[in-house]
């Protein structure tokens, strides 16, 4: 019988894994796996989930949001553990399930990690740290950093755009220095995204970008005055097309390698968790790992 090993976050969303569990073992049972779980605690290292896992396990499937599967792939390549990884889109945010295109059914994602083959995909790499859907800095990158958790389990979503009203209420800008071979660019900007996947907060930004292509996608809110940044930050969070805007508002881009600078005291933000200090070194790292259940 083949062994996965089941890394589930039981504080994502609304709880939604742990009404799951044994439906989910069930299936797996039923398809001839042995699931073994482990119960994320805020007490005991992420690493302490591998304990067990050799070469007698098939896959690792993670439950949780974004935040969780960062985490769990940070410390997958910190052991140098190269497993396929399934994934199940229990949490507040999740956005990079959304680019994968996975049920958000549980059942239905569950099968289709069953059935598949692995697809190897692109994650991120900022300094140190790995990322698999977008690093930011600027306005409303620290969010989801700033919300209590119980009120974000309880409020969920809600309690994201709550907190990014608030934020609009206080533009701030912030200068720069960017660098790679595409672009190189020194100003003032309110926001920084460097996508691998596709969405932010379920906002379709990078709209161009592939996981596979072995390229970042980088987006650059710049300095604007406040009577132009507005219409046009409302205007792109209703989905509007970044391709509408000229390099005087805003810089779109794809790279392989970029470094950003900043003197201010800026926070960064990697998945919904806090990120590293600037300087920052950013790469795609093609083929960084492989994900069942995808389409």
Known sequence: MKKVKLIYNPNSGEKRMVNSLDNVIRIYQKHKFLLVPYRLDIQEPIKNAFLDVDSTYDHILIAGGDGTVDMIINCMKE???????GILPT????????????PFDIDEAVSNIINSKPKTIDIGKINQKYFINVASAGMFTDVSQRINQDFKNSMGRVSYYIKGIEEALYLRKFYINVFSEEINYSGDMYLMLVFNGKTAGNIN???????DDGYLDVIIFKGMPIPKSIPVLIN?????????YNEDELLFFKTKNVRIE?????????DGEKGPDFPLEIQCIEGGIDILGCN
């Not at 792109?236 to 509408?244: A, Q, R, V, W």
């Open 205 to 211: 930004l990078a709209y161009k970008s592939e996981l």
């Open 262 to 270: 900043c003197d201010d005291n800026l926070l960064t933000d990697i």
């Open 236 to 244: 792109i969070l209703k989905g509007e097309h970044l391709d509408n």
């Open 79 to 85: 052991l140098e553990i190269n497993i396929p990884i």
């Open 91 to 102: 949490g507040t945010a999740n956005d990079f399930a959304n680019a994968l295109n996975i």
